[in-house]
């Protein structure tokens, strides 16, 4: 396993434990539920590290199997990206439906869809496209890059965001999955005071704000499954009711010997997608808490931000095996956010 792997990692896994306490009805009290409920010592995040890579290395990297059905009740899996409507999922966990995602691998040969986002996605300049709103936003560094209709690109200086102190000392740079507004028209972080930094994205103009809402519904976070999530902490944005889990719930893979067990998930209207993540020795890895969602190409198709070595946007058409390929990101990023709807399709 590389250092840069085992740095993705630990950085990733402290990063979502920077987010800020919005428990008044402003910060929607949806999703505080999500806020990490049981936090670390730092000590203890590094040896959840180093394990999950040791994991990584102890295997090899063989080319993808051939998809293989949990049980004959489900021998009509024919791929990864099988458009057929299923009458029931991949497997079954504790008497409810789940569906296999492709794989890190699998997922970079997925047929392109259309969407509003380009199918490939440059971080590595400085365009100045003018845009009215902005359908992602990827933080690297104390910069962001900005992707508008039509394929518009901003480049946005973030110097003068400050970083926060959270009350144990731990001082963090606020750029977050939330920081693109539902609308598209704004960039917000939390400063210090409990003050907002704002970004007008229409003007390029930076204001502060004393409070900040978004006025979009997420709708609950943990939806009534049939069994307990409680193991796995949820994270990223919940859109229109679609949410990510990290793993820890004891879900069926596709191939115990391939597929690392206790998967991270994705919930979308009663459906759920097991996130396949296949041993390697550190390359093609999927990243930790892998693929939070990015939002809707239409009713029925969600998107998610699938974090790995080559980092992808992926759809999935819900309770379906029709998966496909929205876009390709080129170039390092810290974290992503969106705000992509079903209309944005029209």
Request: proline share 8%; glycine share 10%.
């Amino acid at each position: 396993m590389t250092q840069e792997r085992l740095r993705e990692l630990l950085r990733e896994r402290v990063a979502d434990e920077t987010m800020p306490d919005r428990s008044a009805r402003a910060w929607q009290a949806a999703r505080v539920v999500r806020r990490r409920r049981r936090l670390g010592a730092a000590a203890g995040l590094v040896a959840a590290t180093v394990a999950v890579g040791a994991g990584i290395a102890a295997v090899d990297s063989n080319p993808p199997r051939p998809r293989q059905p949990a049980d004959p009740a489900v021998s009509d899996a024919t791929g990864p990206s099988d458009p057929t409507p299923a009458t029931v999922g991949d497997a079954t966990y504790q008497g409810v439906p789940v569906w296999w995602s492709p794989d890190q691998r699998e997922e970079q040969d997925l047929p392109t869809v259309d969407s509003p986002l380009p199918a490939d996605i440059e971080l590595g300049d400085r365009p100045d496209d003018p845009m009215d709103r902005a359908l992602a936003a990827f933080a690297h560094g104390r910069s962001a890059t900005l992707v508008g209709p039509g394929g518009a690109r901003q480049w946005v200086d973030l110097s003068g965001v400050q970083e926060v102190t959270k009350p144990n000392g731990y001082t963090y740079f606020p750029a977050w999955t939330g920081m693109l507004t539902s609308d598209g028209e704004r960039l917000v972080f939390p400063q210090p005071g409990q003050t907002w930094k704002v970004y007008l994205i229409a003007t390029g103009e930076w204001t502060t704000a004393d409070s900040y809402s978004d006025d979009a519904d997420p709708g609950p976070l943990t939806p009534d499954l049939g069994f307990d999530t409680s193991a796995a902490q949820a994270y990223g944005e919940v859109r229109d009711g679609a949410g990510s889990f990290g793993m820890g719930v004891a879900l069926p893979v596709r191939d115990p010997a391939a597929y690392l067990s206790s998967p991270e998930f994705l919930v979308a209207r009663g459906a759920v997608l097991a996130f396949m993540d296949r041993f390697t020795r550190g390359t093609d890895s999927r990243f930790k808490e892998c693929c939070p969602v990015a939002g809707w190409l239409d009713d029925d198709t969600v998107v998610y931000e699938s974090r790995q070595t080559r980092p992808l946007l992926v759809s999935w058409r819900v309770g379906t095996r029709d998966f496909g390929l929205v876009s390709r990101v080129h170039g390092g990023y810290d974290v992503a956010s969106f705000a992509l709807d079903a209309s944005d399709a029209g």
